[in-house]
């Protein structure tokens, strides 16, 4: 179980680069979850990723060396739910069908893992905790950031370029 949980279904397997694929995997999950309950099955999502991901990884990574195996994805699912809140949110706040929103799928994917993948300052910093805790805190970190983008770039959009 704490396998199929870590791998987000075995996403984590796939190669190359397993962690965008797990963040591909996040946002084709994400879609009908906030068809099904909006923004705040997304949030249920993001904590059940969280609490459930660092349980299974903390398992998976415990008599090994290597603390953030790439097989592990579930830590890109739960950053790129959080990147997708704002999207999610302006959605469901504007009555806008998501599909509508696509340049912020877009960005909250692309934002999502460059930080994941460069890891400035704190991202960088909760990787190196070399736990699962860290594994986890990373791409959280990098999801804060990429959802804070996402917000730059729609106000952007919608607030200086629309005028």
Do not use: C
Request: no cysteine; net charge negative.
């Amino acid at each position: 179980m704490t396998h199929l949980i870590a791998t987000f279904f075995y996403a984590g397997h796939l190669r190359p680069a397993p962690g965008t694929w797990g963040s591909l995997a996040a946002l084709i999950v994400a879609y009908p979850l906030l068809l099904i309950g909006g923004p705040l099955l997304l949030v249920v999502g993001v904590l059940l990723a969280f609490g459930l991901g660092l349980w299974a990884t903390g398992i998976e990574t415990r008599s090994s060396d290597d603390h953030d195996p790439s097989e592990i994805v579930i830590d890109e699912v739960a950053g790129q739910w959080i990147a997708l809140l704002p999207i999610a949110f302006g959605a469901a706040n504007n009555n806008v069908p998501l599909t509508a929103l696509w340049p912020g799928w877009v960005a909250a994917f692309v934002f999502f893992r460059l930080f994941d993948i460069w890891k400035p300052g704190p991202v960088g910093w909760a990787d190196r905790r070399g736990d699962a805790m860290g594994v986890m805190l990373d791409d959280v970190i990098a999801g804060i950031f990429a959802a804070i983008v996402v917000v730059l770039l729609a106000g952007l959009y919608h607030g200086v370029l629309m005028q």
